[in-house]
């Protein structure tokens, strides 16, 4: 697989990473330990290096991320997060210095590992000034513990405020062919700052690969069951944007799946999506999309479909809504 660079002096990673919050949170029940330790190291047989995960998805989820790539750590970039009160992302955001550290050290433990490669505030807290966020992870950077600095979700005056104190490799935020807002003030930014960017749910939580639509039931304790685009309505109306992905990919002998992963990789050299899966199959699927290339015809022809129609639905709870692009 080819590899990217994350920022003017950031990690080199594969060009699509794996993201691992889905393997024990928020999409149902968790997938077994065994299991995820084997998709992980499938992953990386198929030249994934880049493995995302997050103190908020649980030490579960980062125990299992760090056992799997034991074997071949120095390998593999890992990126975790800090951010939230207690880990639970419910409670609230808590990145006062103190917090963060503890936070290192306990993401150290999970993955079995003497540095954290990418550590990411999950969040801005509005209670801590964004100099004292960043100049903990720099000094925790100077120890040797942590290698690279990255924010998520944050808005411009954060991103140039950190960075102004530690230089941001990379913004960890949702986009996709049906979340297109980074694109009006955030990407030109990290192109400004030289600031890599993350995608994350690169394949619209599921939606864009086609195998959802109006009559699907998820499970109890899916994240999705509370996410306004996700009601049922919304994902009737949404199929539209679906059903021209499709023509597309069909014409190219491709899925849905590989059509919105290679798109976003055909925006920018710096731009590494993590999609996630719990099956060996999908994973396949999403990886295709790194030898898929587009070229300007084929973009174009994407925006054109994408202009006929008008996503329904909100991406968040105005609750969650409300702790974005700070």
Known sequence: MQTRTLGRNGPQVSAL??????????????LARQDTIALIRAAFERGVTFFDTAEAYGALNEQMLGEAVAPFRDRVVIATKFGFKGGDATTG?????????????????????ERIDLFYQHRIDPNVPM???AGTVRDLIAEGKVAHFGLSEAGAESIRRAHAVQPVAALQ?????????????ILPLCEELGIGF???????????TGK?????????DDFRNNV??????????????????????AARNATPAQIALAWLLSQRPWIVPIPGTTKLHRLEENLGAATLQLDAGDVQEIEQALAQVQVQGERYSAELAARVGR
């Open 212 to 220: 959802i639509d109006e009559n699907t039931t998820f499970a109890q």
């Open 228 to 249: 306004p685009r996700f009601s049922q309505e919304a994902r009737k109306a949404n199929q539209a944007l679906v059903e021209r992905v499709g023509r597309l990919a």
């Open 93 to 113: 955001m808590d990145s006062r210095p103190e917090r963060i550290r503890a936070v290192a050290e306990a993401s150290l433990r999970h993955l079995r590992s």
């Open 17 to 30: 990473g794996f993201g691992c919050m889905g393997l024990s949170f928020a999409y149902g029940p968790a």
């Open 131 to 133: 100099e004292d966020v």
């Open 198 to 208: 993350v995608p994350f749910s690169p394949l619209g939580r599921g939606f864009l």
């Open 173 to 185: 935020s949702e986009y996709s062919l049906w979340w297109r807002e980074p694109e009006r003030e």
